[in-house]
């Protein structure tokens, strides 16, 4: 009983550090580069990473069926960390894109 609950709480920890690790990258590359693109892409590297190795091995369940249930949780962890790192970099740059493009200065008189 007392494993099952263990088990579930890590789970949801992992999910929780994750997410938080995702908008952590992503607030502060899209605060440095003032840009939501930079912030998603820096916030997704991770999970990219994470989920091209689990997707190289695959779940193996005919070998380790310890591996299925991190295989599973890579693939829904990138839908996840797009929407993470999205809203995080939005917010950093407080919503606002200024795509005009940049005036000359002019010159002193």
């Not at 606002?96 to 000359?104: G, L, M, S, T, V």
């Amino acid at each position: 009983m007392a494993d099952a609950w263990l088990g579930g709480f890590v789970m949801l920890l992992d999910v929780v550090v994750a997410v938080s690790l995702t908008a952590i990258v992503a607030v502060r590359t899209a605060r440095r580069d003032a840009g939501v693109e930079s912030g998603v892409i820096a916030g997704m590297a991770g999970p990219l990473l994470i989920w091209s190795v689990y997707l190289t091995v695959g779940p193996r369940l005919y070998d380790h069926v310890s591996q299925s249930e991190p295989y599973w949780l890579a693939w829904a962890g990138v839908p996840t960390a797009l929407v993470t790192a999205l809203a995080a970099a939005t917010w950093a740059v407080g919503g606002e894109r200024n795509d005009a493009a940049p005036q000359p200065a002019q010159p002193a008189k």
